[in-house]
């Protein structure tokens, strides 16, 4: 009984925590009000919004003991996981002249080549695929690169992490719920120095740093949950079914066009906006753009957060679950 306390009231804790933020939120979601938005639209909004925190909260209170096994993992493992994701990024580069340089020459090449392009060649067809947008296309586009370029990198590194890493997940006592983690953390590196690239660029044309562009740590972290949720099922399910590499191939390539990167999503019409906006990189994209040179914070787009953060912690909780029943198969398959 003694040895089953300290996890049984760090059990009561995490669920009082969560419940408490639940009802927090659920306030916060009755209060706020909106001046320009339809009444009767904000009402619905509302009733759905404190739906799904109900719902939420008494699902996860029911299967919390199947969900916390992986952020539980991932937490003890935190120091290995920072080492070998430093390893699994030097090693990419061992062996080559330049090493790491060439991973730091890569954006800065890819946001020379766009300015020639689209400041130089292209300016009066740029203007127009911005639609309207008041900043020069070239840090419109880069802005929307930055998040993308990341989560493209880091989806495909975190689905093929099991089988890179094939040898380690044939060892028993290794944990292999760090290796999408650690894949990802490793293109975490080359994004924050994309990141910084596109700063520069902004400075460059008049939009220097301001306190809203701390939010780019929120929105950073925001897409690090997202794909790190995304690959636990696509690293599980590609051991199965190897074809998965090339459908999330294709499907990026749609979603370079799905999402507002090349183009403004002030362009559509209201009775479409909302179809692009269930896609959850364009509230990070859109994100990404606001704290470089807008001028609002996230919490001004309350429904589109909380939209957000259910649908990522949903596929988090999802990906656990299909990587914790398919994890006793790998080593017979791989």
Not at 99 to 109: R, S
Not at 248 to 261: D, F, K, N, V
Not at 287 to 303: A, C, D, K, L, T
Request: aromatic share 18%.
């Amino acid at each position: 009984m003694n040895e089953q306390a300290p996890g049984f009231r760090y059990k009561k804790l995490i669920l009082g925590c969560f419940c408490a933020a639940a009802v927090a939120l659920a306030l916060t979601v009755v209060l706020h009000n909106n001046p320009l938005a339809d009444p009767e639209t904000e009402r619905l909004k509302k009733i759905c919004a404190c739906v799904l925190l109900a719902l939420a909260t008494l699902v996860f209170t029911i299967f919390y003991d199947r969900w916390m096994v992986l952020p539980v993992e991932l937490f003890h493992s935190r120091r290995l996981i920072a080492r070998l994701a430093v390893n699994d990024f030097k090693k990419r580069y061992a062996g080559s002249y330049m090493g790491v340089v060439w991973a730091l020459l890569q954006p800065v090449v890819t946001v020379a080549m766009y300015w020639f392009v689209f400041d130089r060649i292209f300016r009066a067809r740029s203007e127009i695929a911005a639609g309207g947008v008041d900043v020069p296309y070239v840090l419109f586009l880069t802005a929307g690169l930055v998040p993308w370029f990341y989560f493209q990198e880091a989806l495909m590194n975190g689905t093929t992490a099991l089988l890179e890493y094939n040898y380690l997940v044939k060892k028993v006592l290794f944990k292999i719920s760090i290796l999408p983690l650690i894949k990802i953390i490793a293109a975490t590196f080359i994004h924050v120095f994309f990141a910084a690239v596109c700063l520069i660029v902004a400075a460059m044309y008049g939009y220097y740093p301001t306190l809203y562009t701390l939010q780019l740590f929120y929105y950073g972290f925001c897409e690090f949950f997202l794909v790190l949720a995304i690959s636990y099922t696509t690293c599980a399910v590609v051991v199965f079914f190897r074809d998965l590499t090339q459908i999330i191939s294709i499907a990026l390539q749609l979603g370079t066009w799905a999402t507002p990167i090349l183009w403004n999503i002030g362009m559509l019409d209201d009775q479409f906006k909302w179809i692009i906006k269930l896609n959850p990189m364009t509230y990070i994209v859109e994100g990404y753009r606001m704290s470089i040179y807008g001028s609002g914070w996230f919490w001004e787009h309350f429904y589109s957060s909380t939209y957000f953060w259910i649908f990522a912690v949903s596929v988090f909780l999802f990906g656990s679950l299909v990587f914790k029943r398919s994890k006793i198969h790998f080593a017979d398959v791989l």
